[in-house]
C-alpha cells in the first residue's frame, strides 16, 4: 500500500499521517459492506422475486344521473318545485358523461403504469370484457368511461342479458325475480339483530337532529308548509334519505348553487347532511341479511371470474366466469346496492368526503390479481376508488398528481397491510357466500345495441 506521503506528494507530519490513512481504510471497509449488501439484496431479489399486475375486476356504479323520482311525487315533501334535468329520470346527464371519462382515462395511466395495458393504443379485442346492468345510465357510463380508457379505438361490445320482459338481471337484482325475498319474519328478526332496541331512534327525529335542517331546506316558510312533510313521516329518515341524495345529484352535477337546494344550502350543509343517506342506504343494503341474500351471486361470479385469470386455470372456461379466458380487465356496470351488498358481505370498510362506506356515482370496488414472478404464487388485493365530490363537480382531469380517492381495502381471509395469497382469500369469501343465493350458470347474453 502507498504511504499517505506517497499519496499526497508531500511529507506530513506522522500523527497527521496515521488519521489520514485509518480514514481510507475506514472509508474502503464502508464501500465493500455497501457492496455486500447490494449483492445480497439483489441475491434476495432473484429468491423472491417481484409481484405483478396480472388481472384487474372493477364493480363500478354508474355515473351521475337526476332522480328516480317523478317531480309529482319530490314536490309534495317541498314548498317549492324541484330543479328539471334535461335527461329522462336514471338517464346520465351530459356532465355525468364527462366526470366519468375522466375516471377511464385515469385508469389507463393506472393500467399503463402497472404494466397491465398499454400506455397508447387500442388494447387488444380479448383483453377487456365488459358487462353491464341494462339501465340506459348503466350502458351510457360505460360507453363513457372507456372513451376516456379507449381514446380513438372503435367502441368495444358491451354485454348485458338478453331482454326477458319482467326479468331482471339476477346479478344486479337477484331479488325478487331470480331468488324469492327473505320471509318477513326472516327480515324482520334481521333488522332488530342489527338494530337491537333503537330501531325507533334510529329513524326518528331524536336520533337525526340535521333532519330538521333538512326539512327547513325543502319548507323554509311555515306559512308554507310542504303538502307531506318529511318530519309527518313515521320514519323521517327514510322519508328524507333518497332526497338527500337527489339534492346532492344536483351538487355534482355542476348546477348553479342557486339551483342546489332551492339556493338554500352549502357545500359544507351537504357535507352534514350527506351522512343521513349512507346511513339508511347501508341498513338496508350492507346489513348481514341483505348482503348475503342480495350479494351472494355477484360475489360468487367475482370469484369464479378471479378464479379463471390465475395461471393455474389458464386457458380453461371456469363456469360462472364473466368474459374469456386470457382476459385483463373484466368491468362490471352497477349500481351503489352492488357496491354495499359486495362490501357488506365481505366486510369491507371506507370513506370518502367523511362518509362511511358511502357509493357515490362513480364509485367502484377494484379486484387485483398479482403474480410473483419467482414463485408464480398469486395475491389479490382490495382498493376503493371514487371520485370526491368536487372532482365530480369539476368534473376535472385525473391522473397521478389529482388521483381520486383510493383506500386499500382488507379482504376476508387476508391481514391489513399484509399481503394475501388468492386462494386464502377465495376460501373465505367461499364461506361468507349463501349458495342458496347463487345461480352458477349466467344469463344468456347480448350484445348492447349502439346508443341512437
Not at 372513451?147 to 320482459?165: F, K, M, N, S, W
Not at 313521516?233 to 342546489?260: H, N, Y
Not at 382488507?410 to 342458496?436: E, I, M, N, Q, Y
Request: glycine residues 6%.
Amino acid at each position: 500500500m502507498r504511504s499517505c506521503t506517497a499519496d499526497l506528494g508531500h511529507a506530513l507530519p506522522q500523527t497527521d499521517c496515521e488519521i489520514l490513512c485509518a480514514m481510507r481504510t475506514l472509508l474502503v471497509a464502508v464501500m465493500l459492506l455497501a457492496a455486500t449488501l447490494v449483492a445480497a439484496q439483489t441475491d434476495r431479489s432473484k429468491v423472491q422475486g417481484r409481484d405483478e399486475l396480472r388481472f384487474t375486476l372493477i364493480l363500478s356504479r354508474h355515473g351521475i344521473r337526476p332522480p328516480l323520482t317523478a317531480d309529482s311525487v319530490l314536490n309534495l315533501h317541498s314548498a317549492d318545485p324541484w330543479p328539471g334535468w334535461e335527461v329522462p329520470l336514471g338517464y346520465l346527464t351530459p356532465h355525468g358523461a364527462v366526470a366519468i371519462q375522466q375516471m377511464g382515462a385515469y385508469m389507463r395511466q393506472d393500467f399503463a403504469r402497472h404494466g397491465l395495458l398499454p400506455a397508447t393504443g387500442c388494447p387488444g379485442s380479448n383483453d377487456i370484457y365488459i358487462y353491464s346492468d341494462t339501465d340506459e345510465r348503466n350502458v351510457t357510463s360505460t360507453r363513457s368511461t372507456f372513451a376516456g380508457l379507449e381514446p380513438g379505438c372503435d367502441p368495444r361490445p358491451i354485454h348485458t342479458i338478453a331482454p326477458v320482459q319482467g326479468v331482471r338481471d339476477p346479478l344486479f337484482s337477484p331479488i325478487p325475480g331470480t331468488f324469492p325475498a327473505p320471509p318477513a319474519e326472516v327480515a324482520e328478526a334481521g333488522m332488530k339483530a342489527v338494530l337491537g332496541d333503537d330501531a325507533a331512534e334510529f329513524f326518528s327525529l331524536a336520533g337525526n337532529p340535521e333532519l330538521k335542517e333538512f326539512a327547513h331546506i325543502l319548507a323554509p316558510d311555515a306559512a308554507h308548509p310542504a303538502a307531506k312533510p318529511i318530519l309527518d313521516d313515521p320514519r323521517p329518515l327514510t322519508a328524507a334519505s333518497a332526497m338527500i341524495e337527489d339534492v346532492f345529484l344536483e351538487f355534482i352535477d355542476a348546477k348553479p348553487m342557486a339551483e342546489v337546494g332551492w339556493g338554500r344550502l352549502d357545500e359544507a350543509t351537504l357535507l352534514r347532511l350527506r351522512p343521513l343517506h349512507a346511513k339508511q342506504f347501508i341498513l338496508t343494503t350492507r346489513s348481514p341479511l341483505s348482503a348475503r341474500t342480495s350479494g351472494s351471486n355477484m360475489v360468487a361470479h367475482i370469484l369464479d371470474t378471479m378464479e379463471q385469470a390465475t395461471e393455474s386455470r389458464q386457458g380453461a372456461t371456469v363456469p360462472g366466469a364473466l368474459g374469456p379466458a386470457g382476459t385483463h380487465l373484466v368491468y362490471i356496470s352497477g349500481h351503489d346496492s352492488n357496491l354495499c351488498n359486495v362490501g357488506g358481505l365481505l366486510n369491507l370498510h371506507w370513506k370518502v368526503d367523511g362518509v362511511a362506506d358511502d357509493t357515490p356515482p362513480d364509485s367502484q370496488i377494484v379486484f387485483e390479481l398479482w403474480q410473483n414472478s419467482q414463485s408464480k404464487q398469486w395475491s389479490v388485493r382490495l382498493l376503493y376508488r371514487g371520485q370526491t365530490m368536487d372532482q365530480l363537480r369539476s368534473a376535472e382531469s385525473l391522473s397521478a398528481t389529482n388521483r381520486p380517492v383510493e383506500v386499500p381495502l382488507t379482504p376476508p381471509g387476508c391481514v391489513a397491510g399484509k399481503p394475501c395469497s388468492f386462494t386464502a382469500f377465495a376460501r373465505a369469501a367461499h364461506a361468507l357466500l349463501d349458495p342458496a343465493r347463487v345461480q352458477q350458470k349466467l344469463p344468456p347474453m347480448q350484445v348492447a345495441p349502439p346508443t341512437p
